[in-house]
Each structure stands twice: as C-alpha cells, then as structure tokens.
C-alpha cells in the first residue's frame, strides 16, 4: 500500500511534463455514497468519501487539468468539485450512458490534455479501456480507492496505470 501511494506521489510531483503522452486521462470513481431511503436513487457523500475526494484533490494538486467531465450525480459533482478545488476548470457534465462516444470525444482532445473523470464503479474502469484499448479489470460496487491514468502518445500507443487512494479515516459511515 505504501509503494502505491509513494509511486502516486511521484507521479503527481513530476506532473504529465517528463511523460511524452499527446494526451493524459486521471479517471476515479465518485468517493463513499451516503444511501439512505430518502436519496437512494441520487445519494451524496459521506464523511469518508468528502475525506477521499479532498484527498484525491491533495495528490492532484499538481496537475494543471485543461479539462473535467462528472456525471449528473450528487456523488459525482461532489468528488470532482472537491478534487477541483480552487482551479478554474469548470466542470462539464457528460453523460455516463454514452460511454463509446464519449471516448471518442475524449480521444479527440487536442495534445497536452490533461483531463480528469469523475465516473462510476460500472463506467470508470471501462473507460479506462475504451480510451487505452488494453482490457482493463471492473471494479466492485465497495471499490473507491482506484485512480486509473491512461496516457495515449501521439503515435497511439497507450499506457494504462492504476493507482490507489487510500481512505482518510474507516468508511463505516454508509
């Protein structure tokens, strides 16, 4: 766990600069959901899940995204503004649903692109693959902690890298 986040901090700290990628993905999944009967169709974050988006916001720091894209969800908007944090990206919604076109749209940004998804447990890893072409693994509804960074070079060879955020404190709290 420690060389993962050693590597991440790496990574974050030389920033997409020493990397030759005609464009860079940052793909993660919204943090802990708070489900409630009340909000079970659009529920929004829990204490540990605002806790691993701040922290996800801390690792990234360095990143100078040209773009961010979250889904229409509490959930989603949250982690991707508390990622966000004091940047001027604005935040584009897209619709998880049209996953394919999305990734070509993706795959279509200009050089130097540095974009981060804010996605769901059945969109993020699939994402990853659709804009890498390498399979890549999905992920069960309880996983929280991936960060995928799909670089594609200007020749169109990819790299698909996963990293992990741990969580701030026990995600006991829903």
């Not at 030389?14 to 860079?24: K, M, R, S, Y």
């Not at 076109?101 to 993020?124: C, M, P, R, W, Y």
């Not at 994402?127 to 991936?146: Q, T």
Request: glycine share 6%; proline share 5%.
């Amino acid at each position: 766990m420690k060389f993962y986040i050693f590597a991440l901090m790496l990574l974050t700290a030389a920033g997409h600069t020493l990397i030759a990628d005609a464009a860079t993905f940052y793909l993660v999944r919204h943090s802990e959901k708070q489900v409630t009967a009340e909000n079970k169709q659009d529920p929004g974050l829990t204490q540990a899940g605002i806790a691993r988006a701040e922290k996800t916001g801390v690792i990234l720091r360095n990143i100078d995204f040209t773009a961010i894209y979250s889904s229409d969800f509490q959930r989603t908007r949250a982690t991707a503004e508390l990622i966000q944090g004091s940047r001027d990206t604005p935040i584009t919604i897209y619709d998880p649903r049209k996953l394919e076109a999305f990734a070509e749209q993706l795959k279509n940004s200009t050089a130097d692109s540095v974009i981060l998804v804010v996605g769901h447990s059945n969109t993020t890893p699939q994402l990853a693959e659709a804009l890498s072409g390498k399979p890549v693994a999905p992920i069960d509804e309880s996983v929280y902690h991936n960060l995928y960074r799909v670089g594609i070079e200007s020749d169109g060879s990819s790299t698909v890298e996963i990293l992990t955020v741990p969580p701030i404190s026990s995600p006991t709290d829903g």
